[in-house]
């Protein structure tokens, strides 16, 4: 991984999500998508995400950092109880690529979340042959997920 001064511009750092419980977000975007918890923090008090997500002071906030075997700390889960769940606007969406867009659908299903059925477009008209498919976290935020074929 490139230094941070070094990285061209723009550079994606991370997608960042308000969750109402960290455990139920683990079962989505570690378990289920196979991101890798590298720390939670739970000394937030003078957190930014208070002001750029709204949050009103009096909850207790905590942040986890999630990564992948090819990006460090792709991903932010800020946990607010009694703050997140309704919030979603499903104007913007997590991507990940996964092995298989069916097995990945299966286990969301059968962790209650909301899935779409998987979709094959052999000749796109942009990109290669895939597979999509998405699902919503227990918190409403939209997750597409797809596979090359």
Known sequence: M?????????????????????????EVYRDLL???????GDDTSDAFAYDIFAIPREVKIRF?????????????????????AGQSDRRAAAVVQVGSVAETTARARALGLQA????????????????????????????????LE
């Open 34 to 40: 196979g991101f890798e918890l590298e720390f939670i």
């Open 2 to 26: 490139l230094p941070a001064a070094e990285r061209p511009l723009p550079y994606f750092q991370r997608l960042a999500l308000v969750v109402d419980d960290l455990d139920k977000a683990f």
């Open 64 to 84: 986890a950092a999630l990564s992948s075997e090819s990006q460090q700390r792709t991903l932010a889960l800020i946990e607010a109880p009694g703050f997140a």
């Open 116 to 147: 779409h059925e998987p979709r094959t477009e052999l000749d796109p008209a942009n990109g290669p042959p895939r597979t999509e498919g998405g699902f919503y976290d227990h918190d409403g935020h939209t997750v597409v997920i797809y596979n």
